[in-house]
């Protein structure tokens, strides 16, 4: 049952906390690759559209960087006071992916978002665009360490318990558990398409205002291929993550379809559209799926 005890209002706060990080994370990931892009073709073609560009959006990446780091601080503080109970049983593991992700992907990120963001008459363009490829660069490696450790959570495996602990036995087991390839692949295109929406939003909205210079229209083609080309993609994914879910999880797909009973000869609460010739999506409407109310509500982790 659902009460205001410290369990909880712990998960409403944690729940509060992960909600309002992601949106940044979701926009730099995607918004540092674009920049790298439009600094790639500015060095290819001196065309000034391409550096008015990049110098427009990299102040927005600036403010939604900062913002990502900050809030991931409070979530990352509140592993040690919300939920220190499970950061001592899973910390052995939990602990090395987090400081992989901060040795390997923020200390890439601090040591050249500097010369990114203020390098552009201190140093040669050819630095510069390195240095903007690296902090791209940071940006997928610290996906990767994130979400290693998120869907390790989620389908743990590769470690044993001692004396009431975590303790793991193969690391590559558990880094490459089974639901981290689809997890990875779905929220690192997730973030591209997020970007490119962000960004042709934001061309949108300077087009209806009449503003038709070069580099919005720009912006904008840029956003709509993007978006024509992920968008698929992304939907493939998920189907693919989503039956990776239902493997290893099914009473969180219950959850989310919000098919709390099975009825025999009842259609599913959700349907996806069948891509025939490659075979995504093609799943029964009508499956026997267990409903959430059928899976024992006691073994939670508290």
């Given amino acids: 049952m659902f009460?205001?005890?410290?369990?909880?209002?712990?998960?409403?706060?944690?729940?509060?906390?992960?909600?309002f990080h992601i949106i940044f994370p979701a926009i730099t990931i995607g918004l540092a690759s674009y920049l790298a892009v439009l600094e790639g073709l500015w060095l290819k073609s001196r065309n000034p559209v391409w550096?008015?560009?990049?110098?427009?959006?990299?102040?927005?990446?600036?403010?939604?960087?900062?913002?990502?780091?900050?809030?991931?601080?409070?979530?990352?503080?509140?592993?040690?006071?919300?939920w220190s109970g499970f950061s001592q049983f899973a910390g052995s593991i939990t602990g090395p992916l987090l400081t992989y992700e901060v040795l390997t992907a923020f200390f890439l990120e601090a040591?050249?978002?500097?010369?990114?963001?203020?390098?552009?008459?201190?140093?040669?363009?050819?630095?510069?665009?390195?240095?903007?490829?690296?902090?791209?660069?940071?940006?997928?490696?610290?996906?990767?360490?994130?979400?290693?450790?998120?869907?390790?959570?989620?389908?743990?495996?590769?470690?044993?318990?001692?004396?009431?602990?975590?303790?793991?036995v193969d690391w590559f087991a558990v880094v490459f558990n089974p639901s981290f390839p689809y997890r990875l692949f779905h929220m690192s295109i997730a973030a591209f398409l997020s970007s490119a929406l962000f960004v042709g939003a934001s061309a949108a909205w300077h087009l209806l205002r009449g503003n038709q210079t070069p580099a919005i229209r720009i912006m904008f083609s840029m956003s709509l291929w993007m978006t024509l080309i992920v968008a698929p993609i992304q939907a493939m994914v998920?189907?693919?993550?989503?039956?990776?879910?239902?493997?290893?999880?099914?009473?969180?797909?219950?959850?989310?379809?919000?098919?709390w009973e099975n009825r025999p000869g009842e259609a599913t609460p959700l349907a996806a559209v069948r891509l025939a010739r490659y075979g995504a999506g093609a799943h029964p409407l009508r499956s026997g799926n267990p409903g959430a109310g059928e899976f024992d509500p006691h073994p939670q982790p508290r």
């Fill in 3 to 19: 009460g205001l005890d410290a369990f909880h209002l712990a998960r409403i706060q944690f729940a509060f906390t992960v909600s």
């Fill in 51 to 82: 550096r008015s560009l990049y110098q427009f959006w990299s102040k927005i990446f600036a403010v939604n960087f900062g913002m990502g780091v900050v809030s991931g601080l409070v979530m990352a503080y509140q592993f040690g006071t919300n």
């Fill in 111 to 168: 040591g050249f978002l500097g010369v990114m963001l203020f390098g552009w008459n201190r140093v040669g363009p050819g630095l510069h665009f390195f240095a903007t490829c690296m902090v791209a660069l940071g940006t997928i490696i610290s996906t990767f360490w994130i979400l290693a450790s998120n869907s390790w959570m989620q389908t743990p495996q590769g470690y044993e318990i001692v004396n009431g602990q975590v303790v793991p």
């Fill in 238 to 259: 998920g189907d693919m993550h989503g039956l990776n879910t239902l493997k290893h999880q099914p009473a969180k797909i219950a959850a989310i379809e919000g098919h």
